[in-house]
Structures are given as structure tokens and as C-alpha cells.
């Protein structure tokens, strides 16, 4: 069967100690000379080729991963537990003898968010017209993450970038486009991220990166006073509303068709642009109306959390299968949040997904979402729905 979503980009090998629930929080266990004793490493494949590309495979979603490895022991890792799930699922994969396979220590207690200790290894060397169209041919959507942590991709300031998604929307195949946050003292760091933003996001269908890298690339002022306050997830506890929408609007006038931000804990922020005709190569003639200018908010779904280690991709894959299925911007964001909740049910980043009809089965079950947990004054709430919308939003 033909893929409906190619996903490519930066691919790792997790290595994910695991902690019991008194771990304590990780001012407790970064500690210098402290030995912290943890239980059997979980070891899998990690970035958004992985954890996107995976979490679709598991919701049924036809999906080819192209990612860039070395010919070496974690690569062998990586081909072996791709492999393992499907036998199709190694076959894009590009080996290279000019560099490590990337990989990553994820430090991640319950209740706590992650930390990662990563290594770009031979991501750092994918260029854009690495990815053969030829193998593209008949997708739906091509979805493209973690640019900041690949240097061959982000050093031109997009441009490669650019001229792919070009190239795939003239073959009639989507675009969708994820981020991560760069060290601020990298290379990628120092990067004008803005007018990277302005060269490629003409090109891209949907965009979605999360809160905290968003307002790194383009709100460097209140990224760093959100920074200094501390606590667990001061991104999430430090925006509204109104943050919200100035992010959203500003984002679809710089050329995405739709924006989806992801807000850790107070779930998943959706904005489209107002013209049907840009929306049309994304959601098709017929839904292109239908989701035009809108603006919603769906907060997270009631689970019990275990890991939030690829938490943001598997909402992504829940979001990217929702295109797939025709659904409406309200679905849209319900199925794509519920992705994200079955995915934080366990440890690692994808095996708690189950199939796209589980998912729905749940939420059809009458499964519970979070009340808002930032605050959304002047957005009407969706008893039906639970979800909220903004002031952006035409259709309520």
C-alpha cells in the first residue's frame, strides 16, 4: 500500500533510564557526585521521524520514515526496532560513514517535564534534496521535523528547506512542518529564526511547533521574561489567550494555511487562515470552508501520565491522521489531543497509542478532557465539544 504521510527529518536513539514515582523533581536529581539508582533502560527510536512517523503507523495510517543514521551499533539499533514493527518501516532510511547516528539521554520522572542530553550525529548532515521525490510519489502529506537540530538544514536559512516544500506541493503533496527548541549557544541558537520562518512557512500547509519554541523564534522578549520564572512548565503557566491569538494570527500572516501550537499540559491551540483556497491542497475543496478562519483550543484529555517523551509528535500524528480522515477542525483537535493522551500513558513515546479507532472509541466513550488551565477571557466555551473558541474564530 502507498504511504498517506511520509514523515522526515531527524530520527535518534533514545536511551530512557526509568525512575520510580519518588524520584523526587530534577533539582532533586541533577545533583553533582549524587547516585541516583533508576530501573532498566527503555531504549527506542526518538525524533519526530520516529515519533510521529510511528505513532501513525500505530493508528493505521499508511506512513513511510526517511531519516539520515551511521553505520554503527545505535544504528543498527535504530533499523532493528523499526524493523521490527513493520519490515517497510527501515527501508528509508539513509546510512552514512560520515558521521555517529544521533542520539539521546532522556531524563524523564514521573510528573516531571524531560530533559534531554542529545547528540545530532548524522542529522546534522541531512540536506533537503536528500529526500528522493521519486519515493514521495502518491502521498498525501509530507511531514518535516526538527529543523533547529540540523545543521545542514537550517545553516542556508531555509532555503533548501524551501525548495522542497515547492517542489512537493507542485506533485499535489501537503506539507506539514514541526519545530524544536535549539541551545540558545549553538550555532542553531544564534539563528534568525524569523526570516527563516518567513522563507519557508509560504510553503507549508500546517505548522506546529510548541509554545516555548515559537517564542523563542519569533518573541524573544517574553520567551526569556517566561523563562526566569521557574517552575515546572513556565511556557504554559505564563500565556492566555491573548498570547494565543497574537502568536496564531501572526504566524498564518507569514503563510501557513494552518497553525497548531502545542502547549504542553493546557493542550493543543488551532488557528487557519480565512482564505478556503489556501486551506483547499491541505483539507480538500469540499472541507476547505468549513475550516476557514478558525481558532480553537482543546485542553488536554483526563489520563494518567507515566512519560511526556514525544507527547507533542504523537499529537501531531494524531492531528496529520485526522487530515487524512476529512475530519473538522473540532475533531481535528480532539483526535489529535487524545493521540497525545494515550501516548503519555507510557513511558516511552509511542507504544501507548493504539489504533485511530481505539482513540475514537474512547472519545466517543465520553472520554473526560482537563478544564482550561491558562486563562481564556473572551473565548466561548464548547460544552458539547469541550473545547473553546477564540476571538479569531468565525464559526461559533
Not at 544504528?75 to 524493523?83: M, N, Y
Not at 511556557?235 to 497574537?246: A, H, Y
Request: contains cysteine; glycine residues 12%.
Amino acid at each position: 500500500m502507498n504511504p498517506q504521510v511520509i514523515v522526515a527529518g531527524h530520527i535518534c536513539l533514545d536511551v530512557i533510564p526509568t525512575f520510580g514515582q519518588g524520584a523526587g523533581n530534577l533539582d532533586e536529581i541533577i545533583v553533582p557526585g549524587k547516585l541516583i539508582q533508576v530501573g532498566p533502560p527503555l531504549l527506542s527510536t526518538g525524533g519526530a521521524v520516529s515519533n510521529t512517523g510511528l505513532a501513525l503507523h500505530r493508528l493505521g495510517i499508511p506512513t513511510k520514515l526517511i531519516g539520515k543514521i551511521g553505520d554503527d551499533l545505535f544504528g543498527r539499533a535504530i533499523t532493528g526496532i523499526l524493523s521490527a514493527l513493520s519490515p517497510d518501516l527501515a527501508s528509508g532510511m539513509i546510512v552514512t560513514n560520515d558521521g555517529p547516528t544521533s542520539y539521546t539521554i532522556v531524563v524523564n520522572p514521573p510528573n516531571v517535564d524531560r530533559i534531554f542530553f542529545h547528540c545530532p550525529g548524522a542529522n546534522d548532515t541531512f540536506h533537503p534534496s536528500e529526500i528522493p521525490l521519486t519515493d514521495v510519489e502518491g502521498a498525501r502529506i509530507l511531514h518535516f521535523g526538527y529543523p533547529p537540530l540540523m545543521k545542514s538544514v537550517f545553516s542556508d536559512g531555509g532555503s533548501a528547506l524551501s525548495d522542497l516544500f515547492n517542489q512537493l506541493r507542485a506533485k499535489g503533496i501537503s506539507v506539514s512542518l514541526d519545530m524544536a527548541r535549539p541551545d540558545p549557544d549553538s550555532e542553531a541558537g544564534r539563528l534568525d529564526w524569523l526570516a527563516f520562518l518567513e522563507r519557508v512557512l509560504p510553503a507549508v500547509d500546517l505548522f506546529a511547533p510548541s509554545i516555548d519554541e515559537i517564542l523563542y523564534m519569533i518573541d524573544r522578549p517574553l520567551y526569556d521574561a517566561l523563562s526566569k520564572r521557574g517552575g515546572a512548565d513556565p511556557f504554559t503557566e505564563g500565556i492566555d489567550g491573548v498570547i494565543l491569538s497574537r502568536l496564531g494570527e501572526r504566524l498564518i500572516g507569514l503563510g501557513a494555511a494552518v497553525v497548531a501550537i502545542k502547549i504542553g499540559s493546557a493542550g493543543l491551540y488551532l488557528r487557519t487562515s480565512p482564505d478556503p483556497a489556501r486551506l483547499q491542497p491541505l483539507v480538500g475543496a469540499a472541507d476547505a470552508g468549513s475550516w476557514a478562519a478558525c481558532e480553537i483550543l482543546s485542553p488536554c484529555m483526563k489520563v494518567t501520565v507515566k512519560g511526556t517523551t514525544g507527547s507533542g509528535d504523537c499529537t501531531i500524528a494524531g492531528l496529520l491522521a485526522s487530515f487524512v480522515h476529512h475530519l473538522s477542525p473540532v475533531q481535528a483537535v480532539t483526535g489529535a489531543v487524545a493521540t497525545g493522551a494515550c501516548s503519555v500513558e507510557q513511558a516511552d513515546a509511542t507504544s501507548g497509542v493504539p489504533s485511530w479507532k481505539e482513540v475514537w472509541r474512547r472519545i466517543d466513550s465520553g472520554w473526560l478532557k482537563c478544564d482550561a488551565s491558562i486563562p481564556l477571557e473572551g473565548w466561548v466555551m464548547d460544552d458539547k465539544n469541550g473545547v473553546w473558541y477564540g476571538p479569531g474564530n468565525q464559526k461559533n
